[in-house]
């Protein structure tokens, strides 16, 4: 069946550091691509997403492309911020009528100053 | 404006009882979702509907009912409920043509 699977996290990092949250997807057809952010204790907010391959989706400084040839959607930024300190979900969907989202476990991300 | 909410946020009960939890959107969206957020924060879909059609139910237990009596309210009601249901639930909804997903804002349930 389709699947996400992201890096393991915690990830902690420096601010002004670069991150990188690796996701690749098995899936049939072509899915669309997701990344959503969900910060302590709040729900889940859409950072950017891809709906077909080579479109680069971007926000806030983090960006990712979709890479059909290597089924990857890889979230980067160039600089951290504290603030951006979250679970960080890569998801899939297809195209189907009330589709799921199929997520990833998520990668908990921690920024120091 | 909020765009999906959901009542209530926190809601703490005990084992046996029955519950609901209400979701609304006003962003016209014709297709709605629950969601169940386990303890290691694993997101998975439990059912969805589309213009009030059941679309998606997936292997939940038969405790968990959805309801929608139009296209912008999708509520979940529990029956009985047991200590494995403590989860945080969200709800969703999105217009198809974008597959795009708006999380409410999730609904913190413990049972005791």
Redesign the interface.
């Known amino acids: 069946g389709d699947s996400v699977t992201q890096m393991e996290g915690p990830v902690t990092l420096s601010e002004e550091a670069f991150l990188t949250i690796n996701c690749t997807y098995t899936a049939t057809g072509y899915p669309s691509l997701f990344w959503y952010v969900q910060y302590p204790g709040e729900g889940l907010q859409l950072l950017l997403k891809a709906t077909k391959a080579d479109d680069k989706g971007s926000n806030k400084g983090f960006e990712a492309t979709y890479r059909k040839e290597t089924t990857s959607f890889h979230l980067e930024k160039g600089s951290v911020q504290v603030s951006d300190s979250a679970v960080y979900f890569c998801a899939l969907s297809k195209d189907q009528a009330g589709t799921a989202l199929i997520f990833g476990k998520g990668t908990t991300l921690s920024v120091s100053s | 404006d909020t765009a999906v909410s959901q009542t209530p946020k926190y809601l703490v009960t005990q084992m046996g009882n029955d519950k609901s939890i209400k979701c609304e959107q006003n962003l016209g969206h014709d297709?709605m979702?629950w969601?169940k957020q386990d303890s290691?924060?694993?997101?998975?879909?439990m059912f969805?509907?589309?213009n009030k059609e059941l679309?998606?139910n997936?292997t939940v237990p038969n405790r968990f009912s959805p309801k929608s009596p139009d296209k912008a309210h999708l509520n979940l009601h529990i029956n009985s409920l047991e200590l494995g249901d403590s989860a945080v639930y969200?709800c969703?909804s999105s217009q198809?043509a974008s597959?795009?997903?708006?999380?409410?804002?999730?609904t913190r349930l413990l049972v005791l």
Not at chain 2, 40 to 45: D, E, G, S, Y
Not at chain 2, 99 to 106: A, C, E, H, K, V
């Open positions: 297709t979702y969601y290691k924060k694993f997101l998975k879909i969805s509907y589309n679309i998606i997936e969200f969703a198809d597959r795009t997903q708006y999380f409410g804002p999730g």
